[in-house]
């Protein structure tokens, strides 16, 4: 998933002039947290902070930002600008979350291109974002001097320092029938490296997605061996035995981050006894979620375990990233 460095690149490189917003603090109610992000040019839009009246209010002040340096009314001849602004969104904007939140606006004219390009893409400490009047290119891309865990902002100061972004979790999904297709469906906004195995490519949809690596294999365990550390590994194929050897071989490699099984209690507790069988401790069994997906979505329809999936996953990344 592309970080922000690249996502103004790409605006900026089609001749678009961009404006990034930034959640830089949230207190009290509001509709997205810290660190959440949109872009705005004169096109359109990507992101969102939460839409409603605050998402109305900092797209019309991005265009403003825009306009202001499409003009260069301020003589800046680098064409970048950095501000925060707070909004209050009771009172303020007339919105019932009753929390306030300060944005950061970040504007950058088609002459910034190059300094974002010479900027290394690897950043493993975070960025400081800092206003002030005297901007220049140099300013653009400030790295950290500490690791930054998590959005901080310094109002009294103008600065924020945010975490670098996140990177994709390798997603294993092995089997292509009707809940497969349903759960890749389902998950195509999660930050995940998709990677979609089945032991016959013929299984998979005509239209294939340029985002999924799409594996057909005769041995699906040999994929699942060597898949990387802290993937998330999800077994739903059309054989109870082919589940079952990919779960003994996700356990036993032992280095996964998630591991889901499609099916019912019933189906869990006889794996157990198996895997129990070749040597499977119960300490490892106690890292297979059997059955996949919320408990309270009981329906079997596809497109139902699809979204129920897809929400158990999303928890996941949450839990593991916050």
């Known amino acids: 998933m592309p970080g922000w460095k690249q996502k103004i690149e790409a605006c900026l490189a089609a ?13 009290g109610s509001t509709p997205r947290e810290a660190g959440a992000d949109m872009y705005v040019t004169k096109e359109g839009i990507k992101g969102t902070i939460g839409g409603g009246t605050l998402e109305f209010e900092a797209m019309a002040y991005a265009r403003q930002i825009l306009a202001e340096l499409a003009v260069n009314k301020t003589g800046d001849k680098t064409g970048f600008t950095r501000q925060f602004r707070r909004f209050v969104l009771g009172p303020h904007l007339g919105q019932c979350c009753g929390g306030q939140v300060s944005l950061l606006f970040e ?3 088609l002459n910034c291109l190059p300094a974002l390009q010479a900027a290394p893409d690897k950043n493993t400490t975070g960025y400081l974002h800092s206003s002030g009047k005297n901007l220049g290119l140099k300013d653009i891309y400030v790295p950290a001097e500490q690791p930054v865990l998590h959005p901080l902002f310094e109002a009294k100061t103008g600065q924020l320092q945010m975490p670098i972004e996140r990177t994709e979790t390798p997603f294993y999904l092995y089997g292509a029938g009707h809940v497969g297709r349903a759960v890749m469906g389902a998950v195509a906004g999660l930050c995940l490296d998709k990677i979609w195995i089945d032991s016959d490519d ?6 294939r997605d340029p985002a999924i690596s799409y594996v057909p294999a005769s041995d699906m365990t040999r994929i699942a061996s060597h898949a990387p550390k802290g993937a998330i590994h999800l077994v739903m194929s059309y054989s109870h035995r082919i589940d079952e050897a990919l779960v003994y071989t996700i356990l036993k490699k032992g280095d996964f981050g998630r591991l889901g099984l499609i099916g019912s209690h019933t189906k869990y507790q006889r794996f157990c006894h198996s895997l129990k ?4 401790s119960d300490s490892s069994l106690d890292q ?4 996949i997906g919320l408990p309270d979505l009981q329906s079997k329809d596809p497109a139902h375990i699809g979204l129920s999936v897809a929400a158990q996953i999303a928890s996941w990344l949450e839990a593991d990233f916050f």
Do not use: Y
């Open 107 to 109: 504007g950058f004219s």
């Open 288 to 291: 297979l979620v059997c059955p």
């Open 15 to 27: 001749g678009q002039p961009v404006c990034r917003i930034v959640i830089a603090e949230a207190k």
């Open 277 to 280: 069988k070749q040597g499977v």
């Open 202 to 207: 013929s299984r998979f949809p005509e239209i």
